[in-house]
């Protein structure tokens, strides 16, 4: 149980256009989301969490215009990589759970993104 | 703020080896801390917490706050348990916990 999925796994991108990765938490009712991101040898970076319903709430240093994130169902919350440019290239990873402050998160198989 | 490190980016044992991966906090409340496993080309999952005080797959790990270290430590290692080691400690931050994880250790073990 408690099966988070990504899609996609790889997307490459040009510079300057948009890219939508999913996070899906498949049988399970997800709070609560939260989004990551791993730069090659690095640790995982919490760039935001978002609760159901409501807006997400974005670390420091990360840019809400840029991480457009949309947690419109119980199953599915999205990150959107506006105008992404050659810097955005990373893994991006991210958790769900159950309750809604997030005491127990599941992760998910990470979607790696090129912007050539 | 809090932080975790890690001071180990890689670590080689052999097969039957003991093996202990470091892991140190700084947190000013109370810590919880875990450790998450990565295999190759697989999703992050949970090994061990502190407060259950468990043994998975042969591993411990020991949170000493007079150190504020939470070391995870196996007594004789297999090839399996290669694989990218993460410490993380959860805090509550507002309305929600967050996970401040460590740059990781990846073990490798030899036959």
């Known amino acids: 149980g408690a099966v988070v999925s990504q899609h996609p796994s790889w997307v490459i991108c040009k510079s300057g256009t948009s890219v939508k990765i999913e996070c899906r938490s498949l049988?399970?009712?997800?709070?609560?989301m939260f989004w990551y991101r791993q730069f090659p040898k690095q640790s995982l970076m919490l760039m935001a969490t978002s609760n159901e319903g409501s807006k997400a709430t974005y670390e420091q240093g990360v840019e809400k215009d840029k991480f457009l994130i949309n947690h419109a169902s119980l199953t599915l919350s999205t990150l959107t990589v506006t105008s992404a440019h050659p810097e955005d290239s990373s893994f991006y990873i991210c958790?769900?759970?159950?309750?809604?402050?997030?005491?127990?998160?599941?992760f998910g198989p990470g979607t790696r993104l090129t912007v050539t | 703020a809090q932080r975790v490190t890690q001071p180990e980016k890689l670590l080689s044992v052999f097969k039957g080896a003991p093996v202990e991966l470091k892991c140190n906090y700084s947190y000013s409340g109370s810590p919880e801390l875990f450790w998450y496993v990565q295999y190759s080309r697989q999703r992050l999952q949970l090994l061990l917490r502190h407060i259950s005080r468990e043994s998975i797959k042969g591993f411990t790990a020991d949170l000493n706050k007079g150190e504020t270290s939470f070391h995870l430590k196996k007594p004789f290692a297999q090839e399996e348990d290669s694989a990218m080691y993460y410490c993380a400690l959860r805090v509550r931050g507002g309305s929600n916990y967050k996970l401040t994880f460590g740059k990781g250790t990846l073990l490798t073990v030899n036959p």
């Open positions: 049988d399970f009712q997800a709070t609560t």
């Open positions: 958790s769900a759970s159950l309750d809604r402050v997030g005491y127990e998160q599941y």
